[in-house]
């Protein structure tokens, strides 16, 4: 008489779900960057205002966006954010039982949500800064080349720079898993890979502070029909590439 084992199927426990499991994860991580975060923004706001008070008293007025001064700011704090994800956490959230795959998922959701929310602050800023510039009757010109030439351009606002702190995201994602997998020495050596993400984004939007540099050695920003997606596959591959560097690797980082 034979007998027939019925394939079993793994299954968490209870009522909890892959999804609702992710759901946990994504908030965990939230609450984990939130000081960061929330510390970051109170400086750059009381810094802005109080720069455009101190600009107003000193120089008589007020002829360009206050605002506009600080576009670099969240590039470079989203590469931070990125760089400082694996490192602060993976251990802990290994530790207590989430996979490598769900870890690099819930950090992708992560990033691709802080690069939604401040491309959104930034669009607002932008506006409320319009309004108070009309209120008091100052001009509201911008220091900086952009993808819009006017703050009312909501839609163009938004894409550049959902798209350049998303990029500087995953190259910081990448430096940050590099540093933590493989060491001081050799994270350093990928150091230009990681920062493929980044530099992308900058040659093919040609916006802000790098824009005029390179403008002068005669290279154009490509159609944003090409631009948009490019950057936009780029970082994807950027996040991807950091899932695939996860998935081998161990609690503790290499040494040297």
Same mark, same amino acid.
């Given at each position: 008489?034979?007998?027939?084992?019925?394939?079993?199927?793994?299954?968490?426990?209870?009522?909890?779900?892959?999804?609702?499991?992710?759901?946990?994860?994504?908030?965990?991580?939230?609450?984990?960057?939130?000081?960061?975060?929330?510390?970051?923004?109170?400086?750059?706001?009381?810094?802005?205002?109080?720069?455009?008070?101190?600009?107003?008293?000193?120089?008589?007025?007020?002829?360009?966006?206050?605002?506009?001064?600080?576009?670099?700011?969240?590039?470079?704090?989203?590469?931070?954010?990125?760089?400082?994800?694996?490192?602060?956490?993976?251990?802990?959230?290994?530790?207590?039982?989430?996979?490598?795959?769900?870890?690099?998922?819930?950090?992708?959701?992560?990033?691709?949500?802080?690069?939604?929310?401040?491309?959104?602050?930034?669009?607002?800023?932008?506006?409320?800064?319009?309004?108070?510039?009309?209120?008091?009757?100052?001009?509201?010109?911008?220091?900086?080349?952009?993808?819009?030439?006017?703050?009312?351009?909501?839609?163009?606002?938004?894409?550049?720079?959902?798209?350049?702190? %998303? +990029?500087?995201? !995953?190259? $910081?994602?990448?430096? =940050?898993?590099?540093?933590? *997998?493989?060491?001081?020495? &050799?994270?350093?050596?990928?150091?230009?890979?990681?920062?493929?993400?980044?530099?992308?984004?900058?040659?093919?939007?040609?916006?802000?502070?790098?824009?005029?540099?390179?403008?002068?050695?005669?290279?154009?920003?490509?159609?944003?029909?090409?631009?948009?997606?490019?950057? %936009? +596959?780029?970082? !994807?591959? $950027?996040?991807?590439? =950091?899932?695939?560097?996860? *998935?081998?690797?161990?609690? &503790?980082?290499?040494?040297?």
């Amino acid at each position: 008489m034979s007998t027939q084992t019925a394939p079993r199927t793994a299954t968490l426990p209870g009522s909890v779900t892959a999804a609702g499991r992710l759901k946990q994860v994504v908030i965990a991580m939230a609450i984990g960057l939130r000081p960061m975060i929330v510390g970051y923004w109170l400086v750059m706001t009381v810094s802005f205002l109080i720069g455009g008070l101190i600009s107003q008293l000193i120089g008589g007025g007020l002829d360009h966006s206050i605002w506009d001064y600080g576009t670099q700011s969240p590039k470079y704090f989203s590469s931070a954010i990125g760089i400082t994800l694996t490192p602060a956490i993976f251990s802990l959230m290994i530790a207590h039982g989430v996979t490598r795959r769900m870890f690099a998922v819930a950090g992708s959701i992560i990033l691709v949500g802080a690069a939604t929310a401040t491309a959104t602050i930034w669009v607002l800023a932008y506006q409320i800064e319009h309004v108070a510039y009309d209120w008091a009757g100052l001009t509201q010109a911008l220091n900086n080349p952009h993808l819009f030439t006017k703050t009312s351009q909501v839609g163009l606002i938004f894409t550049e720079f959902f798209l350049l702190i %998303l +990029a500087h995201e !995953a190259a $910081g994602w990448l430096i =940050g898993i590099g540093f933590y *997998r493989f060491g001081f020495w &050799k994270g350093l050596l990928l150091l230009p890979l990681g920062l493929v993400p980044a530099a992308a984004a900058e040659f093919l939007l040609v916006a802000q502070w790098l824009a005029e540099a390179l403008r002068s050695t005669g290279y154009h920003r490509p159609p944003l029909a090409i631009g948009v997606p490019g950057v %936009l +596959a780029v970082s !994807a591959l $950027g996040l991807y590439f =950091g899932y695939r560097l996860l *998935r081998p690797m161990a609690l &503790k980082p290499a040494k040297g």
